[in-house]
């Protein structure tokens, strides 16, 4: 993270003349990168942006392309505040008859272990008097992103994509090293445990195609274990596991019935719960989801590629140069995006969203997110910004505050070096 300080540093305390700063210290920086054996191993872009007098003070790469990964959620989380109300739409529902229809908006917030509940979206389905349906029919895309590593199944930072998520479609395993117990939410995993002691590599690990998921006990032996593991999503599973949650039965509905019109909406948590944790904790989950969640309101189907094309061609048409943008979290490397179009979408998000709200949902320098160890201020945060880490790509864009107060907007993307980012 050093060689992004290097950059931060000089810009908050020489940025109070933004004129006076481009005559002294442009030559001088750029020798600096130029001879930097560090930056020379890599690819780096940069721009500074003064949004009040919407002047670029200082430039480098800024009209290439690079791998931006997690930047990518500055993109999703600009188009949910365009798109999405203050209140998250839990599901929508449509009663006929004796029974009650569910479609799933692809709200992430259910039972998510790392959310406040709404209870009031429990206490609906445990009290309603119909039979309960779920229909899936409104999700029409696929549960990996294009271009995730098809590897990378197992961990926590790749759950599966689904319509109605549960659990956040993960299964906690937690022991501590006294404990020879494994303690398993939701229980209902606890069918699928096999023992193999062969298992070498890791003390749990799933099986790719199924929820089997094999446990080396001797590994497990004095050792303390607090970790997810995504399950393998299908219908049947969900409409088991909420029926679990809810204490009545919740049976498929098979039928490819497209949700109506006059289908009603029961809402959950509010929208910076969700912002707060796409931003701060860099959740690549609810970054998928919240792009199914805008195409549920724009279109009533739940597709990412859909979202993103509106986006693109509404809300993003005088971008600087065209995203290369195909998910929502930046697992990705299709996804190509240049410093100067990142730079723009903050300027939008600064002149659209108060700055205390704005500043609030960004990880702050020293203080919180994936930035809460790095960038300390004296006193105040003066960096509020989006980290993107990818194997040898590490990029931060956002705000900077200078010692003067003046707010600045930068995009510092770094790709393609040997080693690690910190």
Same mark, same amino acid.
């Given at each position: 993270m050093w060689?992004?300080?290097f950059?931060?540093m000089?810009?908050?305390?020489?940025?109070?003349?933004?004129?006076?700063f /481009?005559?002294t210290?442009?030559k001088e920086y750029q020798?600096?990168?130029r001879?930097?054996?560090? %930056?020379?191993?890599?690819?780096?872009g940069?721009q500074?942006f003064?949004p009040?007098?919407?002047?670029?003070?200082?430039?480098?790469?800024a009209?290439?392309?690079?791998?931006p990964?997690?930047?990518?959620?500055i993109?999703?989380?600009y188009?949910?505040?365009?798109?999405?109300?203050?209140s #998250?739409?839990? %599901?929508?529902?449509?009663?006929?008859g004796?029974?009650?229809?569910?479609?799933g908006? +692809?709200?992430p917030?259910f039972?998510?272990?790392?959310?406040t509940q709404?209870e009031a979206?429990?206490?609906f389905?445990?009290n309603s008097?119909?039979?309960?349906?779920?229909?899936?029919h409104?999700?029409?895309d696929?549960r990996?992103?294009p271009?995730?590593?098809?590897?990378d199944?197992?961990?926590s930072?790749?759950?599966?994509k689904?319509?109605f998520? #549960?659990?956040?479609?993960v299964v906690q395993?937690?022991?501590?090293?006294?404990d020879?117990?494994l303690?398993i939410?939701?229980a209902?995993?606890?069918?699928?445990l096999?023992?193999?002691k062969n298992l /070498?590599s890791?003390p749990?690990?799933?099986?790719?195609?199924?929820?089997?998921?094999?446990?080396?006990?001797e590994?497990?032996?004095?050792?303390?274990?607090?970790?997810d593991?995504p399950f393998?999503?299908t219908?049947?599973?969900f409409?088991?596991?909420?029926?679990d949650i809810?204490?009545?039965?919740?049976?498929?509905l =098979?039928s =490819?019935?497209l949700?109506?019109k006059n289908?009603?909406?029961?809402?959950?948590?509010?929208?910076?719960?969700l912002?707060?944790?796409l931003m /701060?904790?860099?959740?690549?989950? #609810?970054?998928e /989801?919240?792009?199914l969640l805008?195409?549920?309101a724009?279109?009533?189907?739940?597709?990412?590629?859909?979202?993103i094309?509106?986006?693109?061609?509404?809300?993003?048409?005088?971008? $600087?140069d065209?995203?290369?943008?195909v998910?929502?979290?930046?697992?990705?490397?299709?996804?190509?995006?240049?410093?100067r179009?990142i730079?723009?979408?903050l300027?939008l998000?600064y002149?659209?969203i108060?700055q205390e709200r704005?500043?609030r949902?960004? $990880?702050s320098? +020293?203080?919180?997110?994936?930035?809460s =160890?790095f960038?300390?201020?004296?006193e105040?945060?003066y960096?509020?910004a989006?980290t993107?880490t990818l194997r040898?790509?590490?990029c931060l864009?956002?705000?900077?505050? +200078?010692?003067s107060?003046?707010v600045?907007i930068?995009?510092f993307?770094?790709?393609?070096f040997?080693?690690?980012? =910190?």
């Amino acid at each position: 993270m050093w060689y992004i300080l290097f950059f931060l540093m000089i810009f908050a305390s020489s940025c109070s003349s933004t004129k006076g700063f /481009q005559k002294t210290k442009v030559k001088e920086y750029q020798s600096l990168v130029r001879n930097s054996e560090i %930056f020379d191993q890599g690819f780096t872009g940069f721009q500074l942006f003064d949004p009040s007098t919407k002047e670029v003070i200082y430039s480098l790469n800024a009209d290439k392309y690079f791998t931006p990964a997690s930047n990518t959620k500055i993109f999703t989380f600009y188009a949910s505040l365009m798109i999405l109300k203050d209140s #998250i739409s839990a %599901f929508k529902y449509l009663v006929h008859g004796d029974s009650m229809i569910l479609w799933g908006t +692809g709200d992430p917030s259910f039972n998510n272990p790392y959310l406040t509940q709404n209870e009031a979206v429990i206490d609906f389905l445990k009290n309603s008097n119909e039979n309960l349906f779920f229909c899936s029919h409104n999700f029409q895309d696929e549960r990996f992103g294009p271009g995730w590593a098809w590897d990378d199944y197992n961990y926590s930072f790749q759950p599966e994509k689904s319509s109605f998520p #549960i659990y956040g479609n993960v299964v906690q395993f937690e022991k501590d090293s006294s404990d020879k117990s494994l303690k398993i939410i939701p229980a209902h995993f606890n069918k699928y445990l096999k023992h193999n002691k062969n298992l /070498q590599s890791y003390p749990i690990f799933r099986q790719m195609e199924n929820n089997i998921f094999l446990i080396n006990p001797e590994l497990l032996t004095n050792y303390e274990i607090q970790k997810d593991y995504p399950f393998k999503y299908t219908d049947s599973l969900f409409v088991v596991l909420l029926s679990d949650i809810i204490g009545k039965k919740v049976r498929l509905l =098979e039928s =490819e019935i497209l949700l109506p019109k006059n289908a009603k909406t029961v809402f959950s948590v509010p929208a910076d719960t969700l912002y707060k944790m796409l931003m /701060q904790e860099s959740d690549n989950f #609810i970054a998928e /989801q919240l792009l199914l969640l805008c195409s549920d309101a724009l279109f009533d189907t739940l597709n990412v590629f859909k979202t993103i094309q509106f986006v693109k061609d509404s809300l993003l048409i005088d971008l $600087p140069d065209e995203a290369n943008w195909v998910d929502g979290s930046g697992l990705s490397r299709y996804n190509m995006i240049t410093p100067r179009s990142i730079v723009h979408l903050l300027n939008l998000l600064y002149d659209k969203i108060p700055q205390e709200r704005l500043f609030r949902l960004f $990880p702050s320098g +020293g203080i919180s997110g994936t930035i809460s =160890e790095f960038y300390k201020g004296e006193e105040n945060p003066y960096v509020f910004a989006k980290t993107g880490t990818l194997r040898n790509k590490h990029c931060l864009s956002g705000y900077l505050i +200078g010692k003067s107060g003046k707010v600045l907007i930068f995009s510092f993307m770094h790709n393609n070096f040997p080693n690690g980012s =910190e």
